[in-house]
C-alpha cells in the first residue's frame, strides 16, 4: 500500500530496531513507529454486522408536538382556519405593495411616536403594555400601522422574541393578541431556524391557554385558535396545526 500514499513529511530511514515499549525521544522516531504499525495493518478491514445489536432499535422518536389537546368544541372548523390564512396572507401583501410604493417615491415609514432601541427590553414593554407599577398604569401602545411598517426584519423578529418570553411569564390578553398578530404580519418568509423555533412555542403556548378557558363562549379563544392555525397553516408547522373537520 505504500507506493499509493503521498508522504506528507520526509522520514529518514534506517535499519535500527524500534523499541516500542519506551517513548519515542525525537518527532522522526515517532513517525517511524507510526510507519511500521501501519505497515501491520490490513488494506480492507470488514466489519462483523452479525449479531442481535442490529435488531436493537437505536433511534428513538416521537410525534408529540407539545401542543396539549383541546376540547372538540374549543377547534375551529376547516373553513374558518382556511378563511383566516387567507385574510392573513392578503393582509402581508397590502403591507409588502405599500412598502414598495413607499420605497419607490423615496418615502421613509416613520412613527408618530419614539421608539426605543432594540436592546431596552423593558421599554418595548412598557410602550406596548404600559407599565404596571405606575401609580396611573396606562394600557399601552396598540401596534398601529405606521409603528410596525417602520420595523426593520431585526426589530421584528426581536420584539417577537420579546412577545412570546413575556407570553411565558403571564397571561394571554387580546392586547397580546394584537401586537403578536401585527409581528407576525411582518414576518418574513422562508423562517430563519431560531423564528421558527419561537413561533412553534408560541402555538404551543396559545394551545395550553386554550386548554385552560373555561367556555367556548371565551372571548380569548377565537386569537388563541388564530395563532395556532397561522403558526400551522400559514408558516407551515403542519404538525402543531389543528385538523381539518
Known amino acids: 500500500m505504500d507506493e499509493f500514499l503521498h508522504k506528507a513529511l520526509y522520514v529518514e530511514e534506517t535499519d535500527e530496531d524500534i523499541d516500542f515499549e519506551s517513548a519515542p525521544s525525537t518527532g522522526q522516531e515517532y513517525l517511524r513507529r507510526v510507519i511500521v504499525e501501519s505497515r501491520k495493518c490490513e488494506a480492507v478491514v470488514v466489519a462483523d454486522m452479525k449479531g442481535k445489536k442490529l435488531k436493537a432499535q437505536t433511534v428513538k422518536y416521537t410525534t408529540d408536538s407539545g401542543c396539549p389537546p383541546a376540547p372538540e368544541v374549543f377547534l375551529p372548523s376547516k373553513e374558518w382556519q382556511q378563511f383566516q390564512v387567507s385574510q392573513f396572507s392578503c393582509l402581508r401583501s397590502r403591507m409588502a405593495k405599500h412598502l414598495a410604493r413607499l420605497k419607490k417615491q423615496g418615502i421613509q415609514m416613520k412613527p408618530n411616536i419614539t421608539l426605543p ?66 409581528l407576525l404580519a411582518k414576518l418574513e418568509k ?14 404551543r403556548l396559545c394551545s395550553t391557554f386554550r386548554v385552560q378557558l373555561a367556555s367556548v363562549d371565551d372571548p380569548l379563544l377565537a386569537q388563541l385558535n388564530l395563532f395556532i392555525c397561522l403558526v400551522g397553516r400559514y408558516f407551515d408547522q403542519s404538525d402543531l396545526a389543528d385538523p381539518m373537520k
Request: aromatic share 10%; net charge negative; with cysteine.
Open 190 to 203: 422562508p423562517l430563519k431556524p431560531e423564528m421558527c423555533s419561537l413561533i412553534r412555542t408560541l402555538a
Open 117 to 182: 432601541a432594540g436592546d431596552k427590553e423593558k421599554e418595548w414593554s412598557v410602550l406596548c403594555y404600559g407599565n404596571p407599577e405606575d401609580e396611573k398604569p396606562c394600557a399601552g401602545t396598540p401596534p398601529m400601522l405606521p409603528i410596525i411598517l417602520s420595523l426593520n426584519q431585526f426589530m421584528v423578529e426581536t420584539l417577537l422574541e420579546y412577545n412570546v418570553q413575556w407570553l411565558e411569564e403571564t397571561n394571554f390578553t387580546q392586547q397580546r393578541g394584537q401586537w403578536l398578530y401585527a
